[in-house]
């Protein structure tokens, strides 16, 4: 804090007038550094205290900018959203169309794969018999094909046995447990396997 006589003016214009010497009619300033140092403490608040609104209005004007183009953009996605509305429901519509044509397109080539599969196995069927063998009982149970039969001999069986085996395209999975005479003379046996689809 500055302190300044004001009683210099008095004494000089006192000493004026009695005729004194100019010394004596010169006020006198009297500083103490310690209000000096005072004084700048507020000052210096104030002016961080500005720094510090001034920021922080700038980063919420930032923010606020921020968010306002962030409500544009969600407004335009919007509005596009509405204005392709139709043209997606269209295209559902076609995917769902397709899906359901190769549904169709899917059970009417199996469908026309079995009507042609009873011949075929017939046929490869007849192909892998031998002579000596004929079948008593065929049973079909979805894809798996049990057979039952006799034979002349065990070789004629196992011949059978192995003709199906040779023909992979057709037959898989083929179960033979083995062949026993029965009371005619002739062996039995039982054979299942299952059936490809080689259409």
């Not at 009297?30 to 001034?54: D, H, M, N």
Request: a positive charge; hydrophobic letters at 40%; aromatic letters at 10%.
């Amino acid at each position: 804090m500055i302190k300044i006589n004001l009683l210099g003016d008095a004494l000089a214009q006192s000493g004026a007038k009695k005729g004194g010497d100019k010394a004596s009619a010169e006020p006198v300033q009297i500083y103490t550094g310690e209000g000096a140092g005072r004084s700048s403490l507020p000052i210096a608040g104030v002016v961080v205290g500005l720094v510090l609104a001034s920021l922080g209005g700038v980063y919420y004007l930032i923010l606020n900018n921020q968010f306002a183009k962030a409500e544009q953009k969600k407004a335009d996605l919007e509005r596009d959203k509405k204005q392709y509305e139709p043209y997606i429901a269209l295209e559902k519509k076609f995917r769902e169309k397709k899906a359901a044509l190769q549904k169709k397109e899917e059970v009417m080539t199996t469908l026309k794969r079995q009507q042609a599969l009873p011949v075929h196995f017939i046929e490869e069927l007849a192909n892998s018999l031998p002579d000596d063998v004929w079948f008593k009982k065929v049973a079909q149970k979805g894809m798996i094909i049990t057979i039952e039969g006799e034979g002349r001999n065990f070789e004629a069986i196992n011949a059978f046995y192995g003709n199906l085996q040779s023909r992979t395209r057709w037959f898989k999975k083929i179960n033979y447990p083995g062949a026993k005479r029965g009371t005619t003379g002739a062996f039995e046996f039982s054979i299942s396997f299952e059936l490809q689809n080689a259409v």
